[in-house]
């Protein structure tokens, strides 16, 4: 089986075996060697960590949530973003404070390391029904796949949040306190560990909540050691559903590692926008009549989550499986539709000046001659063939089954529409660095 990958402005193609995928090399030995940390470049600010907001599930209760955010790329001067596009009343933040926790994924912070967030210099902010807001940038320093912990009380506030499908290695994730304004406390004595309560459903109890987060949305750096950033954007598979099984990292995280072996001034940050069940065209959710569980559709979701990231300098696009399934309240889409759709992003990034990298759709189990398997082949040839994308990344061949190449091959998938960590991993060690660092 050949894997390609097409440049359209050299028309360079790249080809590889499957086999050789796990030690794909990066951009060369010159461009790899002794480059990881280092000073922060002078490129401007950077998204180093992000995660789209998806829908508004009830009212915080008075209690502190800490949520853990692992950021691409070393940096300094830490702001954070807080949002409400979908609350019908204001957040109202009484106090917020980012600090550093004493390993991946604990409550626990760094002894000195938890630093009041201002905005504009007041400790409060009222953020209003459709409205975000950043800090002011907090004088610290974090390192590559380093945990900030962001703690937030603001009781009463409609909560706007990101519910992430469960995926194993330091998910983003909140722990909410069992009462009151604690969030400049250090320690993990009002953050309990337990109940687990896994981040796949939207819950306000007491306890760790891994792949849940509630008005965080984005931490940028002021002097990022990267020289911009790359936002995927995408559905379930960028969000990392399922991604089970060792590893245990989405493929995104798999990509920002081999990123950070680059020297500062080449890399770029990696900022996640996907969102489980987020359709590239707009349409009616297929999963969700309330339109609360899977983010607007792409196009609606670009400004906020795309274009207002900072060093923004590529987006990926990884979209349209759950167009082309659809579900109970949306039928499956033609090809026609969601070729429109991913055309109509491709000339807003290039509206820009900013390039677009599209992927291939995965394998869905569709029968071989349906109208959902044929749309889904229709998809990816234009992908392949159109010339609207900078670059084309075809996870289409990397994962398929070559006897049946209507599923993924059986030790690399979840299910019919997910790859599980494993494949994951494929698909973060295939991605030549060339082309998302153009």
């Given at each position: 089986m050949e894997v390609v990958t097409v440049r359209f402005v050299s028309r360079r193609w790249i080809t590889g075996l499957l086999v050789a995928l796990v030690t794909v090399p990066?951009?060369?030995?010159?461009n790899s060697?002794?480059?990881v940390g280092g000073a922060a470049v002078a490129h401007g600010a950077a998204g180093v960590w992000s995660a789209s907001l998806e829908g508004v599930h009830g009212v915080s209760p008075d209690a502190t949530v800490r949520q853990i955010a692992r950021v691409s790329v070393p940096g300094s001067g830490i702001r954070v973003r807080l949002g409400n596009p979908f609350g019908s009343t204001p957040v109202v933040v009484r106090e917020a404070w980012l600090g550093r926790p004493i390993a991946p994924?604990?409550?626990?912070?760094?002894n000195g390391s938890n630093k009041r967030l201002t905005f504009r210099g007041a400790r409060s902010v009222t953020i209003a029904p459709g409205q975000s807001v950043i800090s002011d940038s907090v004088p610290v320093t974090v390192?590559?796949?380093?945990?900030?912990?962001?703690?937030?009380?603001?009781p009463g506030s409609p909560v706007n949040d990101h519910t992430f499908p469960p995926f194993a290695y330091d998910p983003p994730a909140s722990y909410i306190g069992t009462g009151g304004n604690t969030a400049a406390d250090p320690s993990d004595a009002s953050f309990p560990g337990y109940p687990v309560i896994p981040g796949n459903t939207s819950s306000t109890a007491a306890g760790y909540h891994p792949g849940q987060t509630w008005w965080l949305d984005l931490v940028t750096a002021d002097r990022p050691a990267a020289k911009g950033t790359?936002?995927?954007?995408?559905d379930s598979i960028t969000d990392g559903y399922n991604a089970s099984g060792p590893p245990g990292q989405r493929w995104t995280d798999v990509l920002a590692d081999r990123l950070n072996a680059l020297p500062a001034s080449a890399r770029v940050a990696v900022a996640n926008a996907g969102i489980s069940g987020n359709t590239v065209s707009v349409q009616p959710n297929p999963y969700d009549p309330t339109g609360q569980c899977c983010g607007p559709p792409a196009p609606q979701r670009l400004d906020r989550d795309v274009f207002s990231v900072p060093g923004l300098r590529t987006v990926l696009l990884l979209e349209g499986t759950n167009d082309l399934g659809g579900g109970d309240n949306a039928p499956p889409a033609s090809s026609a539709q969601v070729i429109g759709a991913m055309r109509g992003i491709a000339d807003r990034v290039h509206g820009r000046h900013l390039r677009i990298v599209g992927a291939t759709i995965l394998p869905m189990c569709n029968a071989a001659g349906?109208?959902?398997?044929?749309?889904?082949?229709?998809v990816n040839e234009w992908i392949?063939?159109?010339g609207v994308f900078d670059e084309v990344l075809d996870f289409d061949a990397v994962l398929r089954d070559p006897?049946?190449?209507?599923?993924?091959?059986?030790?690399?998938?979840?299910?019919?529409y997910h790859p599980n960590a494993a494949g994951d991993a494929m698909l973060g060690r295939y991605i030549p660095l060339s082309a998302v660092l153009a």
């Open positions: 990066t951009l060369s030995a010159a060697a002794g480059a994924g604990a409550p626990k912070l760094v390192q590559a796949q380093q945990d900030v912990a962001v703690s937030i009380y603001a790359l936002v995927t954007l995408g349906s109208d959902k398997e044929n749309n889904r082949l229709a392949r063939t159109s006897a049946d190449p209507t599923v993924m091959i059986a030790d690399l998938r979840n299910d019919c």
